[in-house]
Each structure stands twice: as C-alpha cells, then as structure tokens.
T-cell receptor, first 113, second 114 residues
C-alpha cells in the first residue's frame, strides 16, 4: 500500500526567502503525486499534481515540485514566499488514475516578517 | 458555484448520541470521499464511494457508516458518538477518481463529542 511521509511538521521562513517542503512516498507501483494547501479555517485546494511526463511540475501561486523517482521524493518549492503563503501543505499519493488519494500528515508553513 | 456543500459546519454531541453529516456536490462527479483531520495526523480516509451505488472502507472506518444516497449526496453517520471522534470532517468529490482530476473539498464540519 502507498504511504506518504512529510519530513517536517513545521517550517518557519522569512518573507521573500525561498522555501522547500519535503515529501517522500512509498509504493510498489507507479504513482501519481499531489500537493494540496489548506489556508486557516478552510478546506483543501489543489496546488499541483504529477501524473506523467516532465518531472518538474508548476502549480498555482508560484509553487513548483520535482518528482524524483530514484529518491521517491516530491519536494515542493517556492523561490520567494509571501505572508499570504501561511498555510498547511499536504503531500498526497495515489496508485492509480481511479484510485483514492492518501495524504501525508502536513507541514505548517510559518512566514516570519 | 456551490461545489461541495457540507452541513452542519459545527456540531457538539454528547457521548452516545448519533448524528449524520451531510455532503452534496453539484459538479456531476462520480466519486465521493469522507476524511477526518486531526492535529498532527493529516487527513485520514474514512469511507469512499467510487461511483453511485458503491461504498468502500478507508483507513479508519470503525464507528462510522455511510450512504451514497444518489450521485449528488454522500452522508456519514455516527451511530454512537465517542470523544475519539472529535475531529474536523471533510467531504470531497472527484470526476472519476483522485489522480486524473484531484479532489474538490467542502469547507468541513467541526465536530466535538463531550
């Protein structure tokens, strides 16, 4: 069965600095990978997804992620964060196009002024 | 432009009481899901319905039942609430499954069991 590990529960970063949120997955088959964002007191929104093709995936709000099959990782990056990026970020995996999605435990991004 | 609508938004129950959380989507999606979110635990899948007329257990189904009433509606029932079921519950839907289309989430139901 697939699983997702988000290596940091909280990440503090200064405004306008770059950030990387780490995600590793385990699966015995090919996977589909996602990053979702949850702003305070809201539901989750899809940031980006990797299904196939280019390993560098660009999403909304200037975020991007890189799929690395050999390291079973799908880290999320942004070159310059803004206070509005304060949220919890979830990495997720699915083993099939029609399969359910399994979420990681989340990483809280704190933007410092 | 409703998307996924969950009711109620907040609920307080006494231990042993029952209640049903309602979820409806207006996007003609085939698949619907119920997750619970607890601090430090992320989202855990309770039950899902890949298509109308089918339901399957997820990671944490104990203490819950579901009904896929029709294509639009997917309800979650707590027959005898326990304090361990205090959580935020999210309903989600997708067109044919998670990977191709991702999920659309509702805004959540915050449930407290005392």
């Amino acid at each position: 069965a697939q699983s997702v590990t988000q290596l940091d529960s909280q990440v503090p970063v200064f405004e306008e600095a770059p950030v990387e949120l780490r995600c590793n997955y385990s699966s015995s088959v090919s996977v589909y990978l996602f990053w979702y964002v949850q702003y305070p007191n809201q539901g989750l929104q899809l940031l980006l997804k990797y299904l196939s093709g280019s390993t560098l995936v660009k999403g909304i709000n200037g975020f991007e992620a890189e799929f690395n099959k050999s390291q079973t990782s799908f880290h999320l990056r942004k070159p310059s964060v803004h206070i509005s990026d304060t949220a919890e970020y979830f990495c997720a995996v699915s083993e099939g196009r029609d399969d359910k999605i399994i979420f990681g435990k989340g990483t809280r991004l704190h933007i410092l002024p | 432009n409703a998307g996924v609508t969950q009711t109620p938004k907040f609920q307080v129950l006494k231990t042993g009481q029952s209640m049903t959380l309602q979820c409806a989507q207006d996007m003609n999606h085939n698949s619907m899901y119920w997750y619970r979110q607890d601090p430090g635990m992320g989202l855990r899948l309770i039950y899902y319905s890949a298509s109308e007329g089918t339901t399957d257990k997820g990671e944490v189904p104990n203490g819950y039942n579901v009904s896929r009433l029709n294509k639009r509606e997917f309800s979650l029932r707590l027959e005898s609430a326990a304090p361990s079921q205090t959580s935020v519950y999210f309903c989600a839907s997708s067109a044919y499954g998670g990977a191709n289309y991702g999920y659309t989430f509702g805004s959540g139901t915050r449930l407290t069991v005392v």
